[in-house]
């Protein structure tokens, strides 16, 4: 039987396509239910503030640079969304006197506008908001080199070498957007060879570094998010660090606030890893063959899945 099409934008893969079966199982999940969804190399983290949220991803950063030495660079990859952890890191980098200067960052990912990645001048550049909101804040006598930044660029070759480069990446953080990605891994077209079913897991996972074209509702949600509602700001392309590059790190970590993805959204794919359920329709449902995830929920943001009006 074939796939249904998109309720979202017909001309692409994402959840809506999903057996209504799942949809069902994941909206029911309560919040009690949804902390009880850990399994070996799947853990559900709660955190009751947002204090000790941010606190906590915070601490993976100074966790990966603490490990970090000349002989053996140790690193972590950044998401820009959520974004209330970066001031906490250089705040704690500086509070503790920390030497970071062997540590490394990767940016996960950053727009494309008429084949050149955005400018940091730009007012969405991630990379301008990762200096501004974090390394510019650290000394230099105490924070790592820019040669130890590294930022994906239109050309991603450059950037995909650095994780071939001898450097552990002990922790990929990320958020998760409202067409269920992690970076910019959106479900791709319904066209071509994957116009009547998405591609398999194992397809999806050999993605490497690149230029991507957006799903409509990530262009929306980051109009939403970051730019007042203002569509026309958002860029229609990005780079994005891939699956093949996540593979790389030791463990994956996913940061729910509830400012990004919706409660259904919450729900679902932890529903889906949990199960074993890898869906390239749902790109980060992928991650439930990745051998150690983590996804942190602030309580007060999980909401409800019952229909109310507005």
């Known amino acids: 039987m074939p796939r249904p099409l998109s309720s979202l934008a017909p001309d692409w893969w994402d959840y809506t396509t999903l057996d209504k079966a799942i949809i069902d199982a994941a909206a029911k999940l309560?919040?009690?239910?949804?902390?009880?969804?850990?399994?070996?190399?799947?853990?559900?983290?709660?955190?009751?503030?947002?204090?000790?949220?941010?606190?906590?991803?915070?601490l993976e950063y100074i966790s990966a640079w603490k490990q970090s030495t000349a002989d053996n660079p140790v690193g972590i990859c950044g998401p820009i969304g959520p974004t209330e952890q970066l001031p906490l890191?250089?705040?704690?980098?500086?509070?503790?006197?920390l030497d970071v200067r062997a540590g490394h960052f990767w940016g996960m990912d950053e727009w494309v506008i008429d084949g050149k990645v955005a400018p940091v001048s730009h007012p969405l550049s991630f990379e301008?908001?990762?200096r501004e909101m974090c390394f510019n804040r650290i000394p230099k006598k105490q924070r790592m080199p820019d040669a130890n930044l590294h930022f994906p660029g239109a050309d991603p070759e450059?950037?995909?070498?650095?994780?071939?480069?001898?450097?552990?990446?002990a922790v990929m953080q990320g958020g998760q957007g409202d067409i269920k990605?992690?970076?910019?891994?959106?479900?791709?077209?319904?066209?071509?060879?994957?116009?009547?079913a998405p591609p398999s897991a194992a397809e999806y996972r050999k993605l490497k570094t690149r230029v991507v074209d957006l799903h409509p509702v990530t262009i929306a949600q980051n109009a939403r998010?970051?730019?007042?509602?203002?569509?026309?700001?958002?860029?229609?392309?990005?780079?994005?660090?891939?699956p093949y590059e996540t593979w790389k790190a030791d463990k994956v970590s996913i940061w729910h606030a509830g400012t990004h993805d919706n409660p259904f959204g919450q729900r679902l794919t932890a529903f889906m890893i949990s199960q074993g359920i890898a869906d390239s329709a749902v790109p980060m449902s992928l991650l439930a063959e990745h051998p150690n995830v983590q996804f942190n929920y602030y309580r007060g943001g999980i909401g409800s899945c019952a229909i109310e009006m507005h």
């Open 128 to 130: 301008r908001c990762d």
């Open 158 to 169: 450059p950037y995909r070498r650095t994780w071939d480069a001898g450097i552990r990446c």
């Open 89 to 97: 890191v250089a705040r704690l980098v500086n509070e503790l006197g």
């Open 225 to 242: 998010t970051s730019g007042g509602g203002n569509v026309s700001l958002v860029p229609t392309k990005a780079v994005t660090v891939g």
């Open 181 to 196: 990605h992690w970076a910019f891994n959106d479900p791709l077209p319904r066209k071509g060879k994957h116009k009547n």
């Open 30 to 58: 309560t919040p009690k239910q949804l902390g009880q969804l850990s399994r070996p190399g799947f853990r559900v983290v709660m955190y009751d503030t947002l204090e000790d949220f941010y606190l906590a991803e915070a």
